[in-house]
């Protein structure tokens, strides 16, 4: 069964930084692409990154561009979201999700495109 666990939220002023990450227990990492979503208290959940089966492509949610870089290392099965300059309107439950089917670009803001979830991790971003 594929599981994936995300680590690395806390409490971080505006302007800092932070990274997460997400274990994922499959058997090939580049089979499978992935995505970090984000659930803000009476929202709905949203797409904040996505990278391909392999680590080729990446997408982000306009609102985080030139600040998160998500990223993977194989060879560990981790998945990474590096969060530089964070606002409070990033105050969240991250969560990692995961699936191995063919990703049409541009569905991958669609969290019915995941199999596999997470359990979240909170950041909170103080002004």
């Known amino acids: 069964q594929v599981q994936v666990v995300e680590s690395g939220g806390g409490s971080v002023q505006a302007g800092g930084s932070l990274r997460l990450s997400c274990l994922a227990s499959?058997?090939?990492?580049?089979?499978?692409?992935m995505a970090w979503f984000r659930q803000a208290p009476g929202k709905e959940r949203e797409a904040v990154a996505g990278?391909?089966?392999?680590?080729?492509?990446?997408y982000y949610v306009d609102s985080v561009k030139g600040r998160f870089t998500i990223s993977q290392d194989n060879a560990k099965k981790t998945l990474y979201l590096q969060m530089n300059l964070l606002k409070p309107e990033d105050t969240a439950m991250y969560y990692c999700a995961a699936d191995s089917r063919t990703l049409v670009g541009r569905m991958w803001h669609r969290p019915d495109q995941y199999k596999y979830w997470g359990q979240g991790t909170q950041v909170t971003v103080s002004s």
């Open positions: 990278i391909s089966r392999g680590g080729d492509l990446t």
């Open positions: 499959v058997y090939t990492m580049r089979n499978y692409y």
